[in-house]
């Protein structure tokens, strides 16, 4: 892409409604624009980076076996006063009329939905276990909408349902999810700790937040330092193997971390002093494992091996690709601005012409550019006149990985300055080794 045909309308004075950096950045680096409270279009640049970070989450759903659907914004009322939900949710639902004076709303999730189409074809436990799920835009009318997308009134969420014939089939499917969901933020270069949550009247222990440090987080979190060093299942991790995936989930749990909502004092005396982490966090997916909760009301049974019917055990679990992009910013920035993980960067590189219309500079980063976008590397060329000063700002606020520099100078020597955005580390290279470097090659 080349920035003089490009939109991105980075903004030069820090905006006076962000409380906190990621906000801050977003709105700066022309990432999403405000349209109402907690309501957002998301930009050029913004787009392709929730375009990458909702691709990583579907390819981990899918590795880990759940199915991909697409279910509408807009519900009919029927199915949530059939479960019992309707009156319960309260104001944070946006109900809306139709011409005919049926009632609607915009959904805050999907659970009734899901259950009905469930419902309306599944028969037989042969067919299970089944996971569902969506990446959908989610409407809830949030007291407090704050923070950017960090908590919007409306958000994208992936949410996936599990479907299984017992507990037994229904704790595998939990784990499966459990594991998808450190491989997927580990994947957005992100450390996540899965805590304890509450799980009210269905009880048990099949809850888990997946909670992000950061000091901005709304959530206070306890947990044991060993977290920070724990190893994530790799690609190759089966999931079709039961046990393995306990064990993971096993290794996982069995150190200390609780939200404040499930800190338990006594069991956090347990953990020595020294490998203590109280800190702030930010919830990022949630697991939830609710039983009959929706199929006993709603009538979701298959036929069992003994002939009878079951209502299915079914389990929910939602990550906020919005959210998540938030959460990035928060754990990867400087005082200059975002520094992208490469997984999800929105373009892989930036190439700095310093003199366009100088014939060598224009030769050198057009080779470059066309080297790269022939390597898949997506680069974003700045071919604009402004300052030097202010396109060095620019490219550093939007924080793409590496950063390619064509000036006068060096091109006279045959060489162009590549800068590492994380490290801060320049070094002088031929333009051919500048290439190999951003392709891995070199
Ligand atoms: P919170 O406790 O932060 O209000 P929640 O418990 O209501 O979240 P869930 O219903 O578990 O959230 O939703 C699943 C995921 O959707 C959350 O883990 C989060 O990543 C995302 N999410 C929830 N509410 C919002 C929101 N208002 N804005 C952005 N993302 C959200
Ligand atoms: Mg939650």
């Known amino acids: 892409m ?15 409604e962000a409380e906190i950096v990621s906000h801050r950045l977003m709105l700066r680096a022309g990432m ?5 409270a907690g309501i957002y279009s998301m930009l050029p ?17 899918n590795r880990a076996g759940a199915i991909e659907i697409l279910m509408p914004t807009v519900q009919p009322a029927d199915l949530w006063i059939e479960s019992g939900r309707y009156n319960d949710y ?10 005919h004076d049926r009632a609607m709303l915009f959904g805050p999730t999907n659970e009734e939905m899901v259950t009905d189409i469930f419902r309306s074809y599944v028969r037989s436990y042969k067919d299970l276990p089944l996971n569902l799920y969506h990446i959908q835009w989610k409407f809830r009318d949030e007291v407090r909408p704050r923070f950017g997308v960090m908590r919007g009134r409306e958000f994208l969420m992936k949410d ?13 499917a939990y784990n499966r999810m459990f594991v998808a969901y450190l491989r997927t933020f580990d994947r957005c270069g992100l450390k996540s700790i899965p805590m304890r949550a509450d799980t009210g009247p269905i009880g048990g222990d099949l809850s888990h937040e997946f909670i992000v440090l950061a000091e901005t987080g709304e959530s206070e979190v306890f947990c044991h330092r060993d977290y920070l060093e724990l190893d994530v299942p790799g690609a190759n991790v ?15 749990t069995t150190p200390y971390a609780a939200t404040d909502e499930m800190h338990d004092e006594a069991e956090w005396a347990k953990t020595p002093e020294a490998e203590r982490l109280s800190a702030r966090g930010i919830e990022v997916g949630h697991i939830f494992h609710f039983g009959t909760k929706y199929s006993e009301p709603m009538g979701a049974a298959v036929t069992g091996p003994d002939g009878k019917q079951h209502n299915v055990s079914m389990g929910s679990y939602g990550i906020g690709p919005t959210r998540l992009i938030g959460a990035i910013i928060e754990a990867s920035h400087d005082d200059n601005g975002i520094i992208w993980p490469e997984s999800v960067a929105p373009f892989g590189a930036a190439i700095v012409n310093m ?7 224009d030769g050198v980063s057009d080779q470059v550019y066309a080297a790269l976008t022939k390597a898949g590397v997506d680069p974003l060329l700045d071919d604009t006149d402004d300052r030097a000063g202010a396109k ?17 100078r060096g091109v006279g020597n045959g060489v162009v300055e590549v800068k590492n955005r994380k490290t801060g580390e320049r070094q002088e290279v031929t333009p051919e080794a500048a290439v190999n470097m951003l392709t891995g090659r070199g």
Do not use: H, T
């Open 2 to 16: 080349r920035l003089s045909r490009y939109f991105l309308p980075l903004l030069k004075e820090n905006p006076k």
């Open 32 to 36: 999403i624009r405000q349209q109402a």
């Open 45 to 61: 640049l913004g787009k392709k980076v929730l375009d990458k970070v909702c691709n990583i989450i579907r390819e981990e759903q």
């Open 90 to 99: 309260g104001q944070e639902m946006l109900r809306i009329r139709d011409r």
């Open 160 to 172: 996936a349902y599990s479907f299984d014939l017992d507990f037994e089939g229904a704790r595998a």
């Open 238 to 252: 089966d999931f079709n193997d039961d046990a393995q995936m306990a064990s993971i989930v096993e290794k996982w």
């Open 355 to 361: 003199k366009p219309g100088d014939a060598g500079c």
């Open 392 to 408: 060095f700002a620019a490219m550093d606020l939007i924080g793409l990985p590496w950063q390619v520099v064509v000036g006068p």
